[in-house]
T-cell receptor, first 115, second 113 residues
Framework: DTGVSQDPRHKITKRGQNVTFRCDPISEHNRLYWYRQTLGQGPEFLTYFQNEAQLEKSRLLSDRFSAERPKGSFSTLEIQRTEQGDSAMYLC?????????????FGPGTRLTVL | GENVEQHPSTLSVQEGDSAVIKCTYSDSASNYFPWYKQELGKRPQLIIDIRSNVGEKKDQRIAVTLNKTAKHFSLHITETQPEDSAVYFCAANRGSTLGRLYFGRGTQLTVWP
């Protein structure tokens, strides 16, 4: 499968625990995005990287959230001290800037449930 | 920042009828407008997009129109089929200048056989 992949697909955790998600973009894509989607809503932007550089962070991304893309390939999103309000689908997307098109391709998401 | 509004939130049509979903945006600098289809439990999938240098784009049964002056764009699905049933999201951004997509809240389309 050459599309965007995410791991794990589902995560159940207790309030206060830390969780980490991984995203592997399409191999030649230089931009990687994280979005959060709650039931009945469209995806909301969290942050994005161009290569290794984190270019923008949403105000939604509190101090408990951190994202990295150390080698410009895969990315991780960590949530510390999880809260019930963090329960959502976390979507990763990638795109190729400078190519003929600029479409963002989404991964299957990681569904987080905080008990 | 950009604000994308989408209507209606739900839409039910009979198989074979047409469906139209409308979106408005606020940022006149937005120049890229994709539409995503999301089936239950699946990832959003790009079905069509349009850039601000054209007013209409078609791909088989789906088409998108853009009115830059009025800042609105619409998705048109003709000859709907039950497999078109899904949530459809419109989005907007400034293309490669600003990476993030701003999404509408989605339209649940149900096509009855």
């Amino acid at each position: 499968d050459t599309g965007v992949s995410q791991d794990p697909r589902h995560k159940i955790t207790k309030r206060g625990q830390n969780v980490t998600f991984r995203c592997d973009p399409i191999s030649e894509h230089n931009r990687l995005y994280w979005y959060r989607q709650t039931l009945g809503q469209g995806p909301e932007f969290l942050t994005y990287f161009q290569n290794e550089a984190q270019l923008e962070k949403s105000r939604l991304l509190s101090d408990r959230f951190s994202a990295e893309r150390p080698k410009g390939s895969f990315s991780t999103l960590e949530i510390q001290r999880t809260e019930q309000g963090d329960s959502a689908m976390y979507l990763c997307a990638s795109s190729l800037v400078g190519g003929a098109e600029n479409e963002q391709f989404f991964g299957p998401g990681t569904r987080l449930t905080v008990l | 920042g950009e604000n994308v509004e989408q209507h209606p939130s739900t839409l039910s049509v009979q198989e074979g009828d047409s469906a139209v979903i409308k979106c408005t945006y606020s940022d006149s600098a937005s120049n890229y407008f994709p539409w995503y289809k999301q089936e239950l439990g699946k990832r959003p999938q790009l079905i069509i997009d349009i850039r601000s240098n054209v007013g209409e784009k078609k791909d088989q049964r789906i088409a998108v129109t853009l009115n830059k002056t009025a800042k609105h764009f619409s998705l048109h699905i003709t000859e709907t089929q039950p497999e078109d049933s899904a949530v459809y999201f419109c989005a907007a951004n400034r293309g490669s200048t600003l990476g993030r997509l701003y999404f509408g809240r989605g339209t649940q389309l149900t096509v009855w056989p």
